[in-house]
């Protein structure tokens, strides 16, 4: 992928459903071509989803960056 950075470890909860065909699509594609794998697969999806909530949310502009990590719990409000 052009313009690839080092990659970090992030832990997040997902649904045991989505989890599951994730790694099914993972382990299918894992030949050639796509040579899928696990981390190829969230990469793209965050990738695309954050596309859709810039054009959606911020008129297609990268959103600000935050001043603090995020914190577990409840969203915070806007």
Excluded: C
Aim: aromatic share 6%; no cysteine.
């Amino acid at each position: 992928m052009a313009g690839e950075t080092a990659k970090v470890r992030a832990t997040l909860y997902l649904s045991a459903e989505v989890l599951e065909q994730a790694r099914d699509a993972a382990v299918h594609l894992a030949g050639y071509p796509a040579r899928m794998t696990l981390t190829k697969l969230a990469e793209h999806a965050l990738r695309a989803e954050l596309a859709r909530l810039r054009d959606r949310y911020n008129a297609g502009k990268e959103f600000p960056r935050r001043d603090e990590d995020l914190r577990g719990g409840r969203p915070i409000a806007a």
